[in-house]
């Protein structure tokens, strides 16, 4: 690639060998040779003259040459027409088979069963790297599902609850995803044999009016491609609603990774939690001390591209025009692939993030401590009335009490000192001995530690969602395998 051209950054920086590869143009037209064959041979087997070295010619030249990639660019100069281009190339790779290459199909028979297989793998190679990051979010959920930490609600300190709960929010977010881009993996539908409008009527010419052989070719074909079913009713493409519903499903997960990313870059400003940070990285140029969360900053910002991208699909399905338009062309070029090498981005990113996250349980404690006392205070008051301490008259004296030490946190800068000003009066004197009981920050986050249990541990949410995903989860791997930290480029 020339440095005097740009390149998308995903390409370059972001997303993965494999994703790249997918959409590729090497791929992409290799995959129209693959739906030529298969057409071919459907045809032959129902009745069609094609000879043996029609198809083994085109069997021989499936993937597409790096010296046809210039043949093929100068016929579309010439005509055009990038799949008659193709037809073109093609028949001069496999000449016996140059007559009868696209026998009876429109172009859609070539670039939208493609995108339909290009989308369908794609989700393929997504679907184990996110599951993967949900398994290592799962680990870390129960290693910290006891300790105890600050909530925050409103931006502001709030009940307890443990480090490793609010990683099941997380998880819980990423098992939707899951779930939604499952469910979109398995709605795809072949676009199959329809012709120019979808009513068949070029194969029924062929065929000569029989019927029950172009329902059996539309079928053959399907199952060479590996679907289960094809759509009954297309027009002269799949419905672009279906780019809208997977692209919906990339965009939904986009936000994820935003939300989980903005909390890590909370969490390290608080300097309760961090990313992974390298021996050797650098912070800042200016600041040399400085430990950025650039990854989250990352995640945060292309999560935020990809949740922006199903506009794209939905503006497109709704503007086109009867059986089909081609304003749909340019606009899924560039929309379709970079929604899924997003998406491939960040589950890069999380799957590194989340294999090295690193907790600071000294400081997590140090912030409870510093909160704990004025959220103790509703114990402090039921353990007085339990001693036959008047309700009213503890809430007054707690009341005081608190606002005095509020002033010396807010006016001072002081430590919070509500519980040593508690200790120091008499009117408490009869609970004193249970007040560090009384602050135990365990007794605070409920059914937490227990929840997690429940929701990551055998049998639990987290464990079922898994289960078709077992002979891929790899602890910080992903589609690639191996194990440890997923690596990042830059």
Same mark, same amino acid.
């Given at each position: 690639?020339s440095?005097?051209?740009?390149?998308?950054? $995903?390409?370059? =920086?972001?997303?993965s060998?494999?994703m790249k590869?997918? $959409?590729s143009?090497r791929?992409r $037209?290799?995959?129209?040779?693959?739906?030529w064959?298969?057409l071919?041979?459907?045809?032959k087997?129902?009745?069609?003259?094609?000879?043996d070295?029609?198809?083994?010619?085109?069997?021989?030249h499936?993937?597409?040459?790096?010296?046809?990639?210039?043949?093929?660019?100068?016929e579309?100069k010439?005509?055009r027409?990038d799949?008659?281009?193709?037809v073109?190339?093609? *028949?001069?790779?496999?000449p016996a088979a140059?007559?009868i290459?696209?026998w009876g199909a429109?172009?859609c028979?070539?670039?939208d069963n493609a995108d339909?297989?290009?989308?369908?793998?794609?989700?393929?190679?997504?679907?184990p790297?996110?599951?993967?990051?949900?398994?290592c979010?799962?680990?870390?959920?129960?290693?910290?599902?006891?300790l105890?930490?600050?909530g925050?609600?409103?931006?502001?300190?709030?009940?307890?609850?443990?480090?490793?709960?609010r990683a099941?929010?997380?998880?819980q977010?990423?098992?939707?995803d899951l779930?939604?881009?499952?469910r979109?993996?398995?709605d795809l539908?072949?676009?199959?044999v329809?012709?120019?409008?979808?009513t068949?009527?070029?194969?029924?010419q062929?065929f000569h009016?029989d019927?029950?052989?172009v329902?059996?070719?539309d079928c053959?074909?399907?199952?060479?491609a590996?679907?289960?079913?094809?759509?009954?009713?297309?027009?002269?493409?799949y419905t =672009?609603? #279906?780019? %809208?519903?997977?692209?919906n499903a990339?965009?939904?997960?986009?936000a994820t990774c935003?939300?989980? *990313?903005?909390d890590?870059?909370?969490?390290?400003?608080f300097?309760?939690?961090?990313e992974?940070?390298?021996k050797?990285?650098?912070?800042?140029? %200016?600041?040399?001390?400085k =430990?950025?969360?650039?990854?989250?900053?990352r995640?945060c910002?292309l999560g935020?591209?990809?949740?922006?991208k199903?506009?794209?699909?939905?503006?497109?399905?709704?503007a086109?025009?009867?059986?089909?338009?081609?304003?749909?062309?340019a606009?899924r070029? #560039?929309?379709?692939?970079?929604?899924?090498?997003?998406?491939?981005?960040?589950?890069i990113?999380?799957?590194?993030?989340t294999t090295?996250?690193?907790v600071?349980?000294?400081?997590?404690?140090?912030?409870?401590q510093?909160?704990?006392?004025?959220?103790?205070?509703?114990?402090i008051?039921?353990?007085c009335?339990?001693?036959?301490l008047?309700?009213?008259?503890t809430?007054?004296?707690i009341?005081?009490?608190?606002?005095?030490?509020a002033?010396?946190?807010?006016?001072?800068?002081l430590?919070?000192?509500?519980?040593?000003?508690?200790?120091a009066?008499?009117?408490?004197?009869c609970i =004193?001995?249970?007040?560090?009981?009384?602050?135990?920050?365990k007794?605070?986050?409920?059914?937490?530690?227990?929840?997690?249990e429940? $929701?990551?541990g055998?049998?639990g949410?987290?464990?079922?969602?898994l289960?078709p995903?077992?002979d891929?989860l790899?602890l910080g791997?992903?589609?690639?395998?191996?194990?440890?930290? %997923?690596?990042?480029k830059?």
């Open positions: 690639m440095n005097d051209a740009y390149q998308t950054p $995903f390409n370059s =920086r972001y997303a060998d494999e590869k997918l $959409f143009p791929t $037209f290799s995959t129209w040779r693959q739906l064959v298969w071919a041979e459907a045809e087997a129902l009745g069609l003259q094609i000879t070295e029609a198809i083994s010619q085109m069997k021989a499936i993937e597409i040459q790096d010296s046809e990639f210039a043949l093929a660019a100068e579309e010439r005509r027409h799949v008659m281009a193709h073109h190339t093609f *028949g001069l790779a496999a140059a007559g290459i696209h429109t172009s028979y070539c670039t339909l297989i290009i989308l369908r793998d794609g989700l393929s190679l997504l679907l790297k996110l599951a993967s990051v949900i398994h979010l799962s680990t870390f959920a129960q290693e910290h599902k006891d105890a930490c600050l925050y609600t409103h931006g502001q300190p709030a009940q307890l609850t443990t480090v490793g709960k099941c929010l997380w998880i977010d990423l098992l939707m779930r939604n881009l499952s979109a993996r398995s539908r072949f676009r199959g329809k012709g120019t409008t979808g068949q009527a070029s194969f029924l062929i009016n019927d029950s052989k329902e059996e070719l053959l074909v399907t199952a060479k590996g679907f289960s079913s094809a759509f009954t009713i297309t027009s002269q493409t =672009r609603k #279906i780019d %809208a519903d997977v692209l990339l965009g939904s997960f986009g935003e939300r989980i *990313g903005g890590i870059r909370h969490l390290a400003m300097k309760e939690m961090e992974p940070f390298e050797d990285q650098i912070g800042s140029s %200016a600041m040399a001390y =430990r950025n969360p650039m990854r989250s900053e995640l910002s935020r591209y990809l949740q922006n199903p506009k794209d699909a939905l503006d497109t399905y709704a086109q025009w009867l059986e089909r338009s081609l304003d749909d062309s606009i070029r #560039i929309a379709l692939p970079e929604s899924y090498l997003c998406a491939d981005a960040c589950l990113l999380l799957q590194n993030i090295g996250l690193v600071y349980p000294n400081v997590i404690n140090r912030r409870i510093a909160e704990l006392p004025f959220m103790a205070t509703e114990n008051i039921m353990a009335c339990a001693n036959g008047s309700r009213q008259a809430h007054e004296k009341r005081i009490l608190s606002h005095e030490a002033a010396q946190v807010k006016e001072q800068g430590d919070n000192d509500l519980i040593a000003r508690i200790e009066d008499a009117f408490f004197a =004193r001995d249970r007040i560090p009981e009384l602050l135990d920050p007794t605070f986050t409920g059914r937490a530690g227990r929840q997690v429940r $929701f990551t055998e049998g949410e987290v464990e079922l969602a289960r995903f077992e891929c790899v791997g992903g589609g690639g395998g191996g194990g440890g930290m %997923a690596e990042l830059v």
